[in-house]
Nanobody
C-alpha cells in the first residue's frame, strides 16, 4: 500500500520555524529514497532535501544550514525541520518516495514514483 500524508504546514513570519511531517505506509517508508519537494505558484517543483536507504542526505543549496531532513523508523515518518524561514520559502511542500531509476540524492521530481498531497507553507514579512 502506497501512502504518504504530509502535515505541519502553516503561516509564519520570516525568521520563524516549522516542522513538516510525512507519515508513510511501511511499504512506502522502506523505499530506496525519500525526499521533500516544494512548488510555488507558477514555478517548477524543486527538490529541497533527500535521504536514501542508507541514510545519506543532501540538500538544495537554498536551504543548506536552515532545513534538516530526518526520519523516525519507529513511526514510519519523514520530517523536515525548517528554521530561519524566508518569504521565498512560501510554497506547497510535498513528500516523495521511491526512485525506480536514476539518482536519489538531488534527483528531479519526475524520478519519484510516489507523492503525498502536499502541505502549504506561507512565510510573511
Amino acid at each position: 500500500q502506497v501512502q504518504l500524508v504530509e502535515s505541519g504546514g502553516d503561516s509564519v513570519q520570516a525568521g520563524g520555524f516549522l516542522r513538516l511531517s510525512c507519515a508513510a505506509s511501511a511499504y512506502t517508508y522502506n523505499s530506496n529514497c525519500m525526499a521533500w519537494f516544494r512548488q510555488a505558484p507558477g514555478k517548477e517543483r524543486e527538490g529541497v532535501a533527500y535521504i536514501d536507504r542508507v541514510g545519506r542526505i543532501s540538500y538544495a543549496d537554498f536551504v543548506k544550514g536552515r532545513f534538516t531532513i530526518s526520519q523516525d523508523s519507529a513511526k514510519n515518518t519523514l520530517y523536515l525541520q525548517m528554521n530561519s524561514l524566508k518569504p521565498e520559502d512560501t510554497a506547497m511542500y510535498y513528500c516523495a518516495a521511491r526512485v525506480p531509476w536514476g539518482v536519489c540524492l538531488g534527483g528531479v521530481a519526475s524520478s519519484f514514483a510516489y507523492w503525498g498531497q502536499g502541505t502549504q507553507v506561507t512565510v510573511s514579512t
